[in-house]
Protein backbone atom coordinates (compact mmCIF):
# COMPACT_ATOMS: atom_id res chain seq x y z
CA UNK A 1 0.00 0.00 0.00
CA UNK A 2 2.84 2.58 0.97
CA UNK A 3 4.76 1.74 -2.18
CA UNK A 4 1.76 2.40 -4.28
CA UNK A 5 0.94 5.47 -2.50
CA UNK A 6 4.27 6.53 -2.87
CA UNK A 7 4.19 5.74 -6.65
CA UNK A 8 0.92 7.92 -7.14
CA UNK A 9 2.46 10.40 -5.67
CA UNK A 10 5.48 10.99 -7.53
CA UNK A 11 2.97 10.77 -10.70
CA UNK A 12 0.79 12.89 -9.71
CA UNK A 13 3.69 15.41 -9.23
CA UNK A 14 4.78 15.37 -12.86
CA UNK A 15 1.01 15.92 -13.92
CA UNK A 16 0.63 18.97 -11.50
CA UNK A 17 3.59 20.26 -12.61
CA UNK A 18 2.74 19.76 -16.28
CA UNK A 19 -1.17 21.22 -15.28
CA UNK A 20 0.60 24.37 -14.28
CA UNK A 21 2.65 25.25 -17.21
CA UNK A 22 -0.79 24.92 -19.44
CA UNK A 23 -2.62 26.87 -17.29
CA UNK A 24 -0.08 29.36 -16.73
CA UNK A 25 0.46 30.05 -20.77
CA UNK A 26 -3.11 29.89 -21.30
CA UNK A 27 -3.44 32.61 -18.35
CA UNK A 28 -1.05 35.08 -19.95
CA UNK A 29 -2.30 34.04 -23.62
CA UNK A 30 -6.00 36.06 -22.66
CA UNK A 31 -6.78 39.27 -24.74
CA UNK A 32 -6.67 41.37 -21.83
CA UNK A 33 -4.75 41.92 -18.43
CA UNK A 34 -5.83 42.99 -15.13
CA UNK A 35 -3.75 46.45 -15.79
CA UNK A 36 -5.49 47.09 -19.29
CA UNK A 37 -9.01 46.47 -17.52
CA UNK A 38 -7.80 49.25 -15.29
CA UNK A 39 -6.27 51.82 -17.02
CA UNK A 40 -8.20 51.74 -20.20
CA UNK A 41 -10.43 54.75 -19.37
CA UNK A 42 -7.42 56.98 -17.98
CA UNK A 43 -5.09 56.54 -21.42
CA UNK A 44 -8.57 57.34 -23.50
CA UNK A 45 -8.57 59.98 -21.42
CA UNK A 46 -5.02 61.24 -21.28
CA UNK A 47 -4.59 60.93 -17.77
CA UNK A 48 -2.10 57.89 -18.56
CA UNK A 49 0.92 57.11 -21.10
CA UNK A 50 1.22 53.60 -22.74
CA UNK A 51 4.69 53.57 -21.19
CA UNK A 52 2.87 54.29 -17.95
CA UNK A 53 0.73 51.78 -18.52
CA UNK A 54 4.03 49.29 -19.69
CA UNK A 55 5.69 50.32 -16.33
CA UNK A 56 2.60 49.27 -14.10
CA UNK A 57 3.19 46.06 -16.08
CA UNK A 58 6.59 45.22 -15.44
CA UNK A 59 6.06 46.17 -11.90
CA UNK A 60 2.81 43.36 -11.64
CA UNK A 61 5.33 40.93 -13.28
CA UNK A 62 3.31 40.76 -16.37
CA UNK A 63 5.34 43.04 -18.39
CA UNK A 64 6.25 40.61 -21.56
CA UNK A 65 4.14 38.49 -23.10
CA UNK A 66 6.96 37.26 -25.42
CA UNK A 67 7.59 33.28 -25.36
CA UNK A 68 10.98 33.72 -23.24
CA UNK A 69 9.28 36.52 -20.94
CA UNK A 70 6.27 34.40 -20.21
CA UNK A 71 8.73 31.37 -19.33
CA UNK A 72 10.64 33.41 -17.14
CA UNK A 73 7.51 34.66 -15.39
CA UNK A 74 6.45 31.29 -14.83
CA UNK A 75 9.47 30.24 -13.59
CA UNK A 76 9.01 33.42 -10.80
CA UNK A 77 5.96 31.74 -10.38
CA UNK A 78 6.73 27.95 -9.71
CA UNK A 79 9.82 29.15 -7.56
CA UNK A 80 7.46 31.18 -5.00
CA UNK A 81 4.97 28.63 -5.49
CA UNK A 82 7.00 25.81 -4.32
CA UNK A 83 7.57 27.95 -1.19
CA UNK A 84 3.56 27.89 -0.25
CA UNK A 85 3.79 31.76 -1.75
CA UNK A 86 1.02 31.95 -4.24
CA UNK A 87 1.38 35.34 -4.84
CA UNK A 88 -0.99 38.74 -3.92
CA UNK A 89 -4.67 38.71 -6.06
CA UNK A 90 -4.59 42.13 -8.07
CA UNK A 91 -8.38 42.24 -7.13
CA UNK A 92 -8.63 41.79 -3.89
CA UNK A 93 -5.22 43.03 -2.79
CA UNK A 94 -4.54 39.78 -0.30
CA UNK A 95 -2.47 36.72 -0.67
CA UNK A 96 -4.21 34.44 -2.75
CA UNK A 97 -4.07 31.32 -0.06
CA UNK A 98 -5.84 33.82 2.65
CA UNK A 99 -8.24 34.51 -0.48
CA UNK A 100 -9.11 31.07 -1.27
CA UNK A 101 -9.33 29.99 2.06
CA UNK A 102 -12.06 33.10 3.04
CA UNK A 103 -14.39 31.80 0.29
CA UNK A 104 -14.00 28.01 0.24
CA UNK A 105 -15.57 26.60 3.07
CA UNK A 106 -18.31 28.18 2.17
CA UNK A 107 -18.45 26.49 -0.77
CA UNK A 108 -17.82 23.23 1.26
CA UNK A 109 -20.53 23.55 3.15
CA UNK A 110 -23.32 24.17 0.64
CA UNK A 111 -21.63 21.39 -1.62
CA UNK A 112 -20.89 18.71 1.25
CA UNK A 113 -24.80 19.22 2.43
CA UNK A 114 -25.77 19.09 -1.35
CA UNK A 115 -23.84 15.77 -2.12
CA UNK A 116 -24.98 13.91 0.82
CA UNK A 117 -28.70 14.61 0.35
CA UNK A 118 -27.84 13.85 -3.28
CA UNK A 119 -26.75 9.95 -2.20
CA UNK A 120 -29.15 9.93 0.10
CA UNK A 121 -31.96 10.18 -2.34
CA UNK A 122 -30.09 8.75 -5.38
CA UNK A 123 -28.71 5.47 -4.62
CA UNK A 124 -32.14 4.14 -3.09
CA UNK A 125 -34.16 5.61 -6.10
CA UNK A 126 -31.25 4.01 -8.32
CA UNK A 127 -31.65 0.62 -6.78
CA UNK A 128 -35.27 0.58 -6.62
CA UNK A 129 -35.39 1.49 -10.62
CA UNK A 130 -33.60 -1.37 -11.15
CA UNK A 131 -35.14 -3.72 -9.02
CA UNK A 132 -38.74 -2.29 -11.20
CA UNK A 133 -36.77 -2.52 -14.04
CA UNK A 134 -39.67 -1.17 -16.85
CA UNK A 135 -42.14 -0.93 -14.18
CA UNK A 136 -44.38 2.17 -13.41
CA UNK A 137 -41.71 3.00 -10.15
CA UNK A 138 -38.60 2.82 -12.88
CA UNK A 139 -40.48 5.54 -15.32
CA UNK A 140 -41.18 8.26 -13.16
CA UNK A 141 -37.93 7.80 -11.07
CA UNK A 142 -36.41 8.25 -14.55
CA UNK A 143 -38.53 10.81 -16.03
CA UNK A 144 -37.87 12.75 -12.71
CA UNK A 145 -34.29 12.11 -13.13
CA UNK A 146 -33.97 13.18 -16.90
CA UNK A 147 -36.10 16.69 -15.73
CA UNK A 148 -33.26 17.43 -13.15
CA UNK A 149 -30.25 16.68 -15.91
CA UNK A 150 -32.01 18.44 -18.70
CA UNK A 151 -32.88 21.88 -16.64
CA UNK A 152 -29.78 24.47 -16.70
CA UNK A 153 -28.64 25.23 -13.25
CA UNK A 154 -29.55 29.46 -14.23
CA UNK A 155 -32.85 28.46 -15.10
CA UNK A 156 -33.79 25.76 -12.14
CA UNK A 157 -32.12 28.48 -9.93
CA UNK A 158 -33.91 31.57 -10.87
CA UNK A 159 -37.24 29.22 -11.31
CA UNK A 160 -37.31 28.91 -7.60
CA UNK A 161 -36.24 32.25 -6.52
CA UNK A 162 -39.30 32.95 -8.50
CA UNK A 163 -41.99 30.47 -6.69
CA UNK A 164 -40.16 30.80 -3.31
CA UNK A 165 -38.77 33.41 -2.89
CA UNK A 166 -40.94 36.27 -4.80
CA UNK A 167 -43.93 34.32 -4.91
CA UNK A 168 -44.24 32.72 -1.67
CA UNK A 169 -42.01 34.83 0.75
CA UNK A 170 -40.66 31.43 2.51
CA UNK A 171 -36.78 31.97 1.80
CA UNK A 172 -34.77 34.92 1.19
CA UNK A 173 -34.03 35.91 -2.14
CA UNK A 174 -30.17 36.44 -2.27
CA UNK A 175 -27.29 36.27 0.19
CA UNK A 176 -25.78 34.12 3.24
CA UNK A 177 -27.37 36.63 6.00
CA UNK A 178 -30.69 38.70 6.85
CA UNK A 179 -28.88 42.50 6.15
CA UNK A 180 -32.13 43.93 8.26
CA UNK A 181 -30.99 42.58 11.63
CA UNK A 182 -28.07 42.41 13.77
CA UNK A 183 -28.56 38.08 15.07
CA UNK A 184 -25.48 36.18 16.79
CA UNK A 185 -25.15 32.72 17.78
CA UNK A 186 -28.04 30.12 17.16
CA UNK A 187 -30.46 32.39 15.62
CA UNK A 188 -27.23 33.46 12.89
CA UNK A 189 -27.25 29.86 12.25
CA UNK A 190 -30.24 29.30 11.31
CA UNK A 191 -30.72 32.51 8.94
CA UNK A 192 -27.42 30.99 7.34
CA UNK A 193 -29.35 27.73 6.95
CA UNK A 194 -32.90 29.43 5.66
CA UNK A 195 -30.78 31.43 3.14
CA UNK A 196 -28.93 28.10 1.79
CA UNK A 197 -32.01 26.46 1.09
CA UNK A 198 -32.74 27.23 -2.21
CA UNK A 199 -29.18 27.11 -3.36
CA UNK A 200 -29.18 23.54 -1.87
CA UNK A 201 -32.22 22.23 -3.55
CA UNK A 202 -30.84 23.61 -7.02
CA UNK A 203 -27.77 21.71 -6.58
CA UNK A 204 -29.56 18.31 -5.14
CA UNK A 205 -32.02 18.27 -8.35
CA UNK A 206 -29.61 18.90 -10.60
CA UNK A 207 -27.21 16.15 -9.41
CA UNK A 208 -29.78 13.76 -8.42
CA UNK A 209 -30.83 12.08 -11.76
CA UNK A 210 -26.68 11.55 -13.00
CA UNK A 211 -26.17 9.42 -9.64
CA UNK A 212 -29.33 7.84 -9.90
CA UNK A 213 -28.97 6.74 -13.84
CA UNK A 214 -25.12 5.53 -12.90
CA UNK A 215 -26.47 3.33 -10.12
CA UNK A 216 -29.45 2.32 -11.72
CA UNK A 217 -26.96 1.35 -14.82
CA UNK A 218 -24.27 -0.74 -12.54
CA UNK A 219 -27.02 -2.86 -10.56
CA UNK A 220 -28.86 -4.00 -13.39
CA UNK A 221 -25.69 -5.17 -14.97
CA UNK A 222 -24.89 -6.52 -11.74
CA UNK A 223 -28.43 -8.00 -11.25
CA UNK A 224 -27.71 -10.03 -14.65
CA UNK A 225 -24.59 -11.65 -13.71
CA UNK A 226 -24.22 -15.42 -12.98
CA UNK A 227 -23.60 -15.32 -9.34
CA UNK A 228 -26.98 -13.06 -8.61
CA UNK A 229 -29.17 -16.29 -10.24
CA UNK A 230 -26.83 -18.61 -8.03
CA UNK A 231 -27.38 -17.24 -4.66
CA UNK A 232 -31.62 -16.48 -5.97
CA UNK A 233 -31.48 -20.41 -6.50
CA UNK A 234 -29.88 -20.95 -3.44
CA UNK A 235 -33.06 -19.66 -1.66
CA UNK A 236 -31.65 -16.71 -0.42
CA UNK A 237 -34.38 -13.70 0.39
CA UNK A 238 -34.38 -11.14 -2.32
CA UNK A 239 -33.78 -8.42 0.16
CA UNK A 240 -30.41 -10.25 0.67
CA UNK A 241 -29.72 -10.69 -2.68
CA UNK A 242 -30.27 -6.99 -3.28
CA UNK A 243 -28.18 -5.16 -0.97
CA UNK A 244 -25.96 -8.16 0.51
CA UNK A 245 -24.66 -9.45 -2.90
CA UNK A 246 -25.36 -7.26 -5.60
CA UNK A 247 -25.59 -3.97 -4.40
CA UNK A 248 -21.58 -4.24 -2.49
CA UNK A 249 -20.68 -5.05 -6.10
CA UNK A 250 -22.44 -1.56 -7.75
CA UNK A 251 -19.79 0.46 -5.56
CA UNK A 252 -16.52 0.88 -7.49
CA UNK A 253 -18.18 2.63 -10.69
CA UNK A 254 -19.89 4.78 -7.54
CA UNK A 255 -16.94 5.32 -5.50
CA UNK A 256 -15.37 6.54 -8.62
CA UNK A 257 -17.87 9.18 -9.36
CA UNK A 258 -17.88 10.01 -6.13
CA UNK A 259 -13.95 10.14 -5.87
CA UNK A 260 -14.40 12.95 -8.56
CA UNK A 261 -16.53 14.79 -7.27
CA UNK A 262 -14.20 16.14 -4.48
CA UNK A 263 -13.12 19.06 -6.84
CA UNK A 264 -16.67 20.17 -7.01
CA UNK A 265 -16.73 19.77 -2.99
CA UNK A 266 -14.41 22.88 -2.71
CA UNK A 267 -14.47 24.16 -6.21
CA UNK A 268 -17.70 25.74 -5.87
CA UNK A 269 -20.62 26.26 -7.91
CA UNK A 270 -20.61 29.46 -10.39
CA UNK A 271 -23.47 29.64 -11.65
CA UNK A 272 -25.52 28.35 -8.51
CA UNK A 273 -23.53 31.13 -6.26
CA UNK A 274 -23.80 33.95 -9.02
CA UNK A 275 -27.59 33.65 -9.30
CA UNK A 276 -28.43 33.59 -5.76
CA UNK A 277 -25.66 36.21 -4.64
CA UNK A 278 -23.86 33.79 -2.48
CA UNK A 279 -20.24 35.05 -1.68
CA UNK A 280 -18.38 31.37 -2.40
CA UNK A 281 -15.19 30.47 -4.24
CA UNK A 282 -16.80 29.60 -7.32
CA UNK A 283 -18.28 33.70 -7.86
CA UNK A 284 -14.99 34.98 -6.29
CA UNK A 285 -13.01 33.20 -9.10
CA UNK A 286 -14.63 33.83 -12.03
CA UNK A 287 -14.50 37.44 -10.87
CA UNK A 288 -10.89 37.50 -10.64
CA UNK A 289 -10.61 35.59 -14.02
CA UNK A 290 -12.92 38.34 -15.81
CA UNK A 291 -10.44 41.26 -14.64
CA UNK A 292 -6.79 39.06 -15.39
CA UNK A 293 -6.23 38.56 -11.90
CA UNK A 294 -3.14 35.54 -12.68
CA UNK A 295 -2.55 35.18 -9.41
CA UNK A 296 -5.84 34.32 -8.42
CA UNK A 297 -6.16 32.19 -10.90
CA UNK A 298 -3.65 30.16 -10.59
CA UNK A 299 -3.54 29.85 -7.29
CA UNK A 300 -7.15 28.93 -7.55
CA UNK A 301 -6.45 26.19 -10.06
CA UNK A 302 -3.96 24.62 -9.19
CA UNK A 303 -5.72 24.11 -5.78
CA UNK A 304 -8.84 22.66 -8.01
CA UNK A 305 -6.08 20.11 -9.65
CA UNK A 306 -4.73 19.20 -6.45
CA UNK A 307 -8.08 18.40 -5.44
CA UNK A 308 -8.95 16.25 -8.40
CA UNK A 309 -5.36 14.49 -7.93
CA UNK A 310 -5.91 13.95 -4.52
CA UNK A 311 -9.80 12.68 -5.28
CA UNK A 312 -8.43 10.45 -8.13
CA UNK A 313 -5.78 8.62 -5.40
CA UNK A 314 -9.02 8.77 -2.53
CA UNK A 315 -10.98 6.64 -5.74
CA UNK A 316 -8.10 4.37 -6.33
CA UNK A 317 -7.90 3.29 -2.41
CA UNK A 318 -11.18 2.98 -2.27
CA UNK A 319 -11.43 0.19 -4.43
CA UNK A 320 -9.54 -2.06 -2.42
CA UNK A 321 -11.92 -1.35 0.65
CA UNK A 322 -15.38 -1.81 -1.27
CA UNK A 323 -13.59 -5.06 -3.23
CA UNK A 324 -11.20 -6.87 -2.08
CA UNK A 325 -10.26 -8.42 -5.06
CA UNK A 326 -8.96 -5.40 -5.97
CA UNK A 327 -4.78 -4.99 -5.08
CA UNK A 328 -3.09 -1.88 -4.80
CA UNK A 329 0.65 -2.71 -6.18
Known amino acids: MLKYFLKRLAISIIILFGVSIIIYFIVRMMPADYIDQHTAA????????????????????????????????????ITKALRGDFGVSFVYGRPVHQVIAKYMWISFGISLAAMILNILISIPLGIVAATKQYGAADYIVTVLAMIGISLPSFFLGALLLRVFSIGLGWFPLQGLSDATQIITGFKQVLDKLHHLVLPMTTLVILNIGGLMRYTRTNMLEVLNSDYIRTARAKGLSEKSVIYKHAFRNTLIPIVTMLGGSLPGLFGGALLTETVFAIPGIGSTSYKAMLQGDIPFVMGYMMF?????????IFADISYAIVDPRVKLQ
Open 42 to 77: QVAQGQLTLEDVQRMKELYGIGDNSIGGIIKSYGQW
Open 304 to 312: IAVLTVLGT
